[in-house]
């Protein structure tokens, strides 16, 4: 990787730009064949892959120049606008590119070794704000074009990589055609301290994003959501601080998102997270010792994907609720 930039200061405004080359080489080694016929063998587990399965090589090797420029005015001693235009790219996760085959019946799984890295570009547009006091307010918009985006896709009778047998369903990583992102997004810290007594202790974090995304899948199939992206997220918490005891009640927020692209949009899958409240806490015993109890997910809220719509699910996930109780010793 290569990497050149130049920061420059006018005034109340800064200006950095700059480039990053980058040249990626990987090779990937793994098995292709049948998991229940390995299964059924008795044998050492390299008896069962000399016997089942055929060995899987792929070398693959690109070169990404990745410009960036940013501009930071400061308004006065208060506010600050900040803008910057990127381009990044997102490589896919390792369990996606080894050319793994793993067959059931007429049904497989497979990694693609023929991925591209998804290429986004990225502008971002903040405007910031510090009160008199603890706290910020902050609001922004952001626009992404994304190129070779990555999602999970089940194909419908393919062979994979020039194999002869077609297969009924498989299920891979494959890249998208083109993605658009477009949103904004708000952040608020404050510290209560104008609250009478005790409750001056009192902090409230808030932030919220709202998102528009359409993504191209290809083919027939028609357009939707980019898979991964919610409509809406967001975070509330309340804290309450002293010299001893730290204490924060929070939840989250986010709509149902796109994590499996079908045939069509009556076949996608779609995950429904579970809006969780959190209560956290921690006392300062002396400069040494702290006691913590952490409770995730009190209302036990469970994990739901469905097809097409929530009328459909196919799958509920209930974890329970977490109490982690300990302590903290500082030598």
């Known amino acids: 990787a290569f990497y050149g930039m130049a920061d420059m200061k006018f005034g109340k405004v800064n200006f950095i730009g700059g480039a990053r080359m980058e040249k990626t080489s990987s090779t990937y080694n793994s ?10 063998n008795e044998g050492t587990i390299d008896e069962s892959l000399a016997a089942y399965f055929t060995a ?9 120049v990745l410009p960036m420029a940013h501009v930071r005015y400061e308004v006065n001693d208060q506010a600050l606008v900040r803008a910057a235009y990127t381009e990044t790219i997102a490589r896919a996760d390792f369990a996606a590119l080894v050319p793994f085959i793993a067959t059931d019946g007429d049904d497989a799984e497979a990694g693609n070794p023929e991925l ?13 704000y510090y009160p008199a006091g603890l706290g910020v307010f902050s609001f922004g918009y952001f626009s992404k074009s994304i190129d070779n985006y990555i999602y999970t896709s089940t194909l419908q009778d393919v062979s994979i990589r020039g194999g002869f047998k077609v297969y009924d369903e498989v299920s891979m990583p494959v890249n998208g055609e083109n993605a658009t992102l477009s949103g904004w997004e708000m952040n608020f810290v404050k510290n209560l301290d104008f609250l009478p007594g005790p409750l001056s202790n009192l902090s409230l974090y808030f932030n919220y994003t709202s998102t528009d995304s359409e993504a191209d899948y290809g083919g027939n199939r028609e357009k939707s959501t980019f898979p991964g992206q919610a409509p809406s997220t967001g975070n509330l918490s309340f804290a309450y601080e002293t010299s001893k005891l730290t204490a924060r009640f929070s939840q989250s927020i986010a709509d149902q998102y796109l994590v499996e692209v079908g045939g069509d949009k009556d076949e996608d899958i779609y995950y429904d997270p579970a809006n969780r409240l959190d209560l956290s806490l921690s006392y300062n015993l002396n400069n040494k010792i702290t006691l913590f109890a952490d409770m995730l997910n009190i209302t036990n809220v469970p994990h739901v994907y469905f097809m097409g719509d929530a009328s459909k699910p196919v799958e509920k996930e209930v974890y329970g609720s977490t109490i982690k109780i300990g302590t903290n010793y500082r030598f």
């Open 31 to 40: 098995w292709a064949g049948a998991v229940e016929d390995a299964e059924d």
């Open 116 to 128: 591209e890295s998804a290429h986004s570009q990225n502008i971002d547009i903040m405007l910031e």
């Open 56 to 64: 899987q090589k792929v070398t693959k090797e690109y070169t990404n």
